[in-house]
């Protein structure tokens, strides 16, 4: 029993002496920007609090405007300014263009054969290439438009049957249903070329199957694994190594099958379809993708593109219950442009420019992922005067960046006139407003999710009038953030719905 006690206590101590005396000779070798202390072994992840951006826009309050905390063993770099970022993604763009990959990530990406998560070098640059010139181009989007427009009508429809029955009159709605069935039906369309939805509303089981994956892949990502934060310890934790390998083998069981129909569908028809299924079969020998490459950018385009626009609408919608002002100047311009006698369609944005107003300050205030994907530096990197050394991983805090008052005026309020008085670019470009990233990483997909956000704000704005349920006021309806990567709001939005167009004008026409 001695013995054991002993070896005990060895086991415990050895590694805290170990990390000690590292992370020591770590600041001696280093000039690293200040920071909260960190513990032994675990750093500072007991005092991070559940929403990370909002804690530490709070520290670079007391810290300065670059910091850095130790995530276990890990140092972590959080940068809160434009200026910093600037340095981040244009000036060190290469040096801190890798990827830092968990546990999870590493096994949904088959170790980086993805987009998302490979570090930069020639497989990122191809599998980048093929995005930008190929899944992404204009001209695919344009083809794919009436499917987004098929969905947002759909969900019209939906809502305006639900406002005009009498039992629901006067009752409010939860957004998110409806918000979340156009991501999830335009993705499953767009990657896949299927609704798993029938018009009855019914999910068939590969739709119940898809949806599982995808709920599970986030359970997962938000998931604290011990053996990520105690690396010498993972033996005890095998069971973590087990819920990953059966989500990936049930994630790769339903691609290849509806692999395997695309692929038969191709044989009897002799010809591909527009959906990025059978787009990256086209262009597999061409850029020589493995399959594993194939399937990792099919998840990256879901599990980028289903959330992030849902989140994007659902923040939208809750300031323009918050602001009646904004939601009927925003009324104002769509009967003025579009009238009462037509719906709206993407073709109409140019002549729109409030409501892509609407669309910015919205990523603006509420960015989906505010806090940039972690990068990681391949080299040695100097950022605003301290040393980021090899193997950092550095976050930019876009959250905090879109909301500092030094470049911003008025910024925690909801004022999408800001965008008439200077232009301020959205896609990585001004560096004060990165909802989609810069540099070597910007999200590709930037322009499909703007056109599907704006499109559902536009439809949503023209067709109904909105208020907050019976009892609340404007300035009282909720807007705390749910913790996580993507930022869900904590209690989702409800409101009340008047239907404002002729009754002809709601009904879906399917694509």
Known sequence: MAMLLLISTILIILPIVYYTIQSLLFRLR???????????????????????????????????????????????????????????????????????????????????????????????????????????????????????????????????????????????????????????????????????????????????????????????????????????????????????????????????????????????TGGAQEHFIDALHTLQQKYDLSEDTIIGLLWDMITAGMDTTSISAEWAMAELVKNPRVQQKAQEELDRVIGTDRIMSETDFSKLPYLQSIAKEALRLHPPTPLMLPHKANSNVKLGGYDVPKGGIVHVNVWAIARDPAIWKDPEEFRPERFFEEDVDVKGHDYRLLPFGAGRRVCPGAQLAINLVTSMLGHLLHHFEWTPPAGIKPEEVDMTEAPGMVTYMKNPLQAVVTPRLPNNLYKRVPA
């Open 30 to 268: 280093f000039k690293l920007p200040p920071g909260p202390r960190p513990l032994p072994i675990v750093g500072n992840l007991y005092d991070v609090k559940p929403v990370k951006f909002r804690c530490y826009a709070e520290w670079a309050r007391t810290y300065g405007p670059i910091f850095s905390v130790y995530l276990d063993s890990k140092i972590n770099v959080i940068v809160n300014s434009s200026e910093l970022a600037k340095e981040v993604l244009k000036e060190n763009d290469q040096m801190l263009a890798d990827r830092h990959r968990n546990r999870a990530t590493m096994s949904f990406s088959r170790g980086g054969q993805d987009l998302i998560w490979a570090d930069y070098g020639p497989h990122y640059v191809k599998v980048r290439k093929v995005c930008n010139l190929e899944l992404f181009s204009p001209k695919r989007l344009e083809a794919l438009r009436p499917i987004r427009e098929d969905e947002v009508s759909a969900m019209v429809e939906d809502i305006f049957n639900y406002s005009s029955d009498p039992d629901n009159r006067g009752k409010s709605i939860l957004m998110r249903g409806y918000l979340g069935s156009v991501a999830f039906n335009n993705i499953t369309r767009l990657t896949f070329g299927k609704r798993f939805v029938n018009s009855e509303g019914a999910m068939d089981d590969q739709g119940k199957d898809f949806k599982g994956i995808v709920s599970n892949g986030i359970k997962i990502g938000g998931k604290v694994f011990m053996a990520e934060n105690i690396p010498w310890l993972r033996w005890l934790f095998a069971g973590e190594n087990d819920i990953l390998l059966k989500h990936e083998q049930r994630r790769d069981r339903l691609t290849k099958a509806i692999m395997a129909e695309h692929d038969l569908a191709r044989k009897k």
